[in-house]
C-alpha cells in the first residue's frame, strides 16, 4: 500500500523549533516532487516548502529562511526543519507527492501532523 | 486569503447535480492545464478526485468531472449522495513552480 506517514508536531512555545517526518511506504521518496502543505485553523490549503529532484527547493515567502526540507534516501523519509516558529504557523502539515517529475498534482497525501505554536 | 478563489459552501439534495468554481489568474489556471481537485474529511487524508482539469484516478466515480475556461475551473458532482458530503479544494501549477490552493468549500448534502 502507497502510504505517507507524518510524524514530530506537538505545542511549541514561539520562537522555538520542530522537526517534522514523512515516513514513505510502497513508494520512494527520491522519485517524486515531495512538498509539505499546511492548512491553518479555518483556513484553506498553502504549500509551504517543495522538494524537486536533486536538491532544489522551494520556499513559501512566509516560512523562506526558517525552514528547511530534505529527504532522506536511505530512510524513504521526508523531513522539514522549522524554526524560529511563530502563531501563524499553527497548523495541520501534510507530506504530499507528485506521480512522477512530469505530473505536476499530488496524488498521494498522509493524514497529517498537528503543530501549535503558542506560549 | 487563499490564492484561487472558491465559494465557501454549496448544497444539494441527493440526486442532484452542484458545481464549484475555482478563480485563479493568468500565472496559475489560465497558464497550464494543470487543475487538480481534492476531496478532504476533516481527520483524514485529502484524496486526488481529479486532475490535469479532467482526468478522474483510478477508483474515483465517473459522478465527478472537472472542466476549465479561461482562468476558472469547475468541479461538477453529479447524482449527489451523502457520502459526498465533504471539503473540496482546487489547486493549480503555476509558472512560479510551485502550487496554489484554493480556500476550500464545504459541500452540504442536504
Known amino acids: 500500500e502507497v502510504q505517507l506517514v507524518e510524524s514530530g508536531g506537538g505545542l511549541v512555545q514561539p520562537g522555538g523549533s520542530l522537526r517534522l517526518s514523512c515516513a514513505a511506504s510502497?513508494?520512494?521518496?527520491?522519485?517524486?516532487?515531495m512538498s509539505w502543505v499546511r492548512q491553518a485553523p479555518g483556513k484553506g490549503l498553502e504549500c509551504v516548502s517543495i522538494l524537486y529532484s536533486g536538491t532544489s527547493t522551494y520556499y513559501a515567502d512566509s516560512v523562506k529562511g526558517r525552514f528547511t526540507i530534505s529527504r532522506d534516501n536511505s530512510k524513504n523519509t521526508l523531513s522539514l526543519q522549522m524554526s524560529n516558529l511563530r502563531p501563524e504557523d499553527t497548523a495541520v502539515y501534510y507530506c504530499?507527492?507528485?506521480?512522477?517529475?512530469?505530473?505536476?498534482?499530488?496524488?498521494?497525501w498522509g493524514k497529517g501532523t498537528t503543530v501549535t505554536v503558542a506560549s | 486569503q487563499s490564492v484561487l478563489t472558491q465559494p465557501a459552501s454549496v448544497s444539494g439534495s441527493p440526486g442532484q447535480s452542484i458545481t464549484i468554481s475555482c478563480t485563479g489568474t493568468s500565472s496559475d489556471i489560465g497558464r497550464y492545464d494543470y487543475v487538480s481537485w481534492y476531496q478532504h474529511y476533516p481527520g483524514t487524508a485529502p484524496k486526488l478526485i481529479i486532475y490535469e482539469v479532467s482526468y478522474r484516478p483510478s477508483g474515483v466515480f465517473n459522478r465527478f468531472s472537472g472542466s476549465k475556461s479561461d482562468n476558472t475551473a469547475s468541479l461538477t458532482i453529479s447524482g449527489l449522495q451523502a457520502e459526498d458530503e465533504a471539503d473540496y479544494y482546487c489547486?493549480?501549477?503555476?509558472?512560479?513552480?510551485?502550487?496554489?490552493f484554493g480556500g476550500g468549500t464545504k459541500l452540504t448534502v442536504l
Open positions: 510502497g513508494l520512494t521518496v527520491s522519485s517524486n516532487y
Open positions: 504530499t507527492r507528485t506521480p512522477d517529475f512530469y505530473s505536476y498534482y499530488m496524488d498521494v
Open positions: 489547486s493549480s501549477y503555476t509558472n512560479y513552480r510551485t502550487w496554489v
